[in-house]
């Protein structure tokens, strides 16, 4: 029997972050990104299995319809209408996107996407877990975003000093943040810029706490400050604007709004 929505409902908002990571719904992959990285091609016989709607015999029901297929590859994994490298490429599937599984085999894995879509994944390149293990690792990353955003409060009032990464003495806004993460044992680039190729994209509407908020306040690299989001819509940061250091700010302020340009996730 086909899985109800209400049933793969279950198995995605049980959690809000999986390895690490928000679970990025496939259907919300914007046409343009900041991941610059190809979709994994999965090596797989392209002759092995029955392609059809039908019940595949080489392909197992699963008997627990709450059981999860997270993507594992980091640079995302193809959905195929077919089980085979040759079918169609129905979307790409972001690393930590978690999907319903509705069948089993050796080499691909039949799953169900939040809206109802229907496709093959390569069995190498995900994971299958229960709703129950799934929540415990989303519970574990919310506890992790949120003792990161309660240690960078200690630092508030820190003055503004250019080049600083020193959260007493003075910080600049790259400074800041790779401080604190560096003190969480997380390991990103020292600048604005080189941060925002660090971890996976994030979606405004997908922010959690720990997320890195990316801005374009000038210059010439596209970004030039950085903060990180503490959740109901403020992010903390290091600013030499009227503010001058250490501070909290909303998104929605004018200035946030209108400079704002993408945000990542870089907890694991």
Request: with cysteine.
């Amino acid at each position: 029997m086909i899985q109800s929505k209400a049933m793969r409902q279950i198995c995605i908002t049980a959690v809000c972050a999986v390895l690490g990571n928000t679970c990025v719904f496939a259907a919300d992959l914007p046409a343009t990104s900041h991941q610059n990285t190809a979709v994994v091609e999965q090596s797989i016989s392209e002759t092995s299995y029955l392609t059809t709607d039908n019940v595949n015999t080489d392909l197992t029901k699963v008997a627990d319809e709450s059981q999860c297929a997270v993507v594992t590859a980091q640079t995302g994994l193809n959905l195929r209408k077919e089980a085979s490298t040759i079918s169609t490429i129905l979307r790409a599937l972001p690393y930590g996107t978690v999907t319903t599984v509705d069948r089993v085999g050796p080499e691909w894995v039949r799953v169900i996407t939040d809206d109802g879509v229907k496709g093959y994944v390569s069995a190498q390149y995900v994971s299958l877990r229960s709703v129950e293990e799934v929540s415990r690792s989303a519970a574990a990353y919310s506890n992790k975003g949120q003792e990161i955003v309660s240690y960078a409060q200690q630092f508030i009032g820190t003055p503004y000093v250019w080049g600083g990464t020193n959260l007493n003495s003075g910080v600049d806004c790259s400074g800041f943040v790779y401080a604190v993460l560096r003190d969480f044992g997380i390991s990103v680039n020292r600048t604005s810029s080189g941060m925002a190729s660090n971890g996976i994209a994030v979606e405004k509407s997908d922010l959690q706490a720990g997320d890195l908020v990316f801005f374009n306040s000038g210059g010439n690299s596209g970004i030039s400050h950085v903060g990180i989001y503490m959740g109901d819509g403020n992010y903390i940061h290091s600013t030499d604007g009227a503010a001058y250091g250490v501070t909290i700010t909303s998104l929605n302020s004018s200035y946030s709004a209108r400079t704002y340009v993408t945000a990542r996730r870089v907890i694991r």
